[in-house]
């Protein structure tokens, strides 16, 4: 999960000043007051130096001083560190000094003699801005770079595509808020397995539960989600809990949800807005904290253009919001996705996991699958199934058309290959080096999900961590 550190930080603090006596009020000021990592500098020349030794979240610092003053350091302290605070203290109390600080980039300026309720809320305000700088600079890094903080949270999802992976992004991001997703994307894209996701990524110790809302009426869908009390109406002999209750501290996933019918949606919506709702037959309200993460895959613009959705339940479901790209639209992933169903599928069979022919696999990239993931383990899996040469070919896929573009040939052996492998390797490399880049890229190119990894390298997760381990 991604933690941004934040909260009760321990800030440092460096004073810079020639008056020995100054420095060692400030210091017990400071530490009277609970600031206790306080760095006394009496010698400006070096300060550069001790800014690379140490970490600082403020800099108090003299504007006058012999050899090197506050106006020398200033612009070099905000050209190498601009994430740290400057202020400058000092006796001249003239506006063009202000004026010269503050345009140097000088985050306050105090004068001397110092009042100590004026540099104590000073330095506080310049701590709040050190923690959004490094908080922000944190962000930053976690977002541009290209490793999740928690990549188990997303091994059933395999993919290699990038959309995807900034899905998973947000998803470490939004999971621990507790806010509602709403989750669109066509019919078998995965929408359940993100769902899942986010729960994993909300830290919610309590249970993942789903429920299909479509084809359910409204005393139905009332009945199931809030449950009644005994007698609540003919046949209720025996009380029921709802599945609101079950999800009491974790998810609720309603799938389906542009299909719920408008009575269901006006009770859906207060339980979003009040977080209370009733039983069937009982006038006790009841209580929910459970996060509700929903999904369709139906056109809210046109289904509230219609009438038929809510404008103002969309609003409360849509908090966040994450579209699950169609498997043509990430065709990258088809080939992960086949070799990993037809070994699944094959070992429920108790057969050896087939083998998949080139044309059948340019193929099935080239395939529109209506029906996404779905669709495809259903295929692979009457091909596993009814296969017997071991090998999945075209004729196993019913339906599905040769690939228009002739098949590239994975590789090509000529000296033109020799020099691409030279110019990565800069040596021409051992099996052992092809073997460590490959490895490295395959883990790379699935955001450091070993599953897929193994999945696309057509080993096993063992025989990759075993690899890996090696090199
Ligand atoms: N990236 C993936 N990797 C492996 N399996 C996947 C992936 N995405 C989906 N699946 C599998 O595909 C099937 C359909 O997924 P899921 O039920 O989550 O889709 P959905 O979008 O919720 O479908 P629907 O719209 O019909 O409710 C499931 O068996 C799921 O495990």
């Known amino acids: 999960m991604l933690e941004v550190k934040s909260g009760q930080k321990k800030h440092s603090v460096m004073i810079v000043d020639d008056d020995a006596d100054f420095l060692d009020k400030v210091r017990l000021l400071l530490v009277s007051n609970d600031i206790r990592d306080v760095l006394p500098v009496g010698d400006s020349t070096t300060v550069l130096d001790e800014l690379q030794r140490g970490v600082f979240s403020a800099i108090l610092l003299d504007w006058v001083m012999p050899i090197k003053s506050g106006a020398d350091l200033l612009p070099l302290i905000v050209q190498r560190y601009p994430h740290i605070p400057v202020i400058i203290m000092t006796a001249v109390n003239d506006i063009d000094t202000v004026v010269d600080c503050i ?22 305000k310049a701590f709040q801005l050190s923690e959004l ?87 139905m869908f009332t009945d199931t989600l809030f449950g009644h009390k005994r007698g609540a109406f003919t046949g209720a002999n025996e009380p029921r809990e709802g599945l609101i209750a079950k999800a009491q501290g974790g998810t609720l996933f309603l799938d389906e949800i542009g299909d719920l019918s408008l009575e269901s949606q006006v009770k859906l919506l207060r339980l979003l807005q009040e977080h209370e709702y009733y039983r069937l037959g009982s006038d006790v309200l009841a209580k929910s904290d459970a996060r509700v993460v929903a999904a369709s895959n139906r056109d809210f613009a046109e289904l509230i253009n219609d009438g038929k959705f809510r404008l103002d339940l969309y609003q409360r479901l849509c908090f966040h919001e994450l579209h699950i790209p169609s498997l043509r639209e990430r065709s990258e992933d088809i080939p992960l996705l086949v070799k990993h169903y037809s070994k ?127 090199g």
Not at 203 to 215: H, M, Q, S, Y
Not at 383 to 396: I, M, R
Not at 444 to 450: Q, S, T
């Open 133 to 219: 700088t490094s908080q922000n600079r944190q962000l930053k890094e976690y977002l541009l770079s290209d490793t999740l903080a928690a990549p188990h949270i997303f091994t059933d999802i395999l993919t290699c595509n990038s959309r995807m992976r900034a899905i998973f992004k947000i998803i470490e991001t939004v999971g621990p808020t507790h806010h509602p997703v709403l989750i669109t994307g066509e019919t078998g894209v995965g929408k359940e397995l993100i769902a899942r996701a986010i729960h994993k990524a909300s830290g919610l110790t309590g249970e993942f539960i789903p429920l299909n809302v479509a084809g359910l009426d409204d005393l």
């Open 344 to 470: 699944e599928i094959a070992r429920t069979l108790n057969k050896v996991p087939p083998k998949i022919s080139l044309e059948l696999d340019l193929a099935l990239r080239e395939y529109e699958f209506p029906g996404n993931i779905r669709e495809l383990i259903s295929k692979v899996n009457k091909a596993v199934t009814f296969n017997q040469s071991g090998t999945l070919t075209l004729g196993d896929f019913p339906g599905i058309l040769p690939a228009s573009s002739p098949p590239r040939h994975a590789v090509r052996v000529n000296y033109d290959k020799v020099f691409t492998l030279q110019a990565v390797f800069e040596h021409f490399p051992s099996l052992e080096d092809v073997e460590r880049l490959i490895i490295e890229e395959a883990v790379k190119a699935v955001g450091g999900n070993k599953t897929a990894a193994a999945e696309l390298l057509g080993i096993t997760r063992p025989t990759l961590n075993k690899r890996l381990g090696a």
């Open 103 to 124: 345009k140097e980039g000088a985050f306050d300026y105090i004068t001397k003699p110092l009042d100590s309720g004026r540099l104590l809320s000073s330095l506080h």
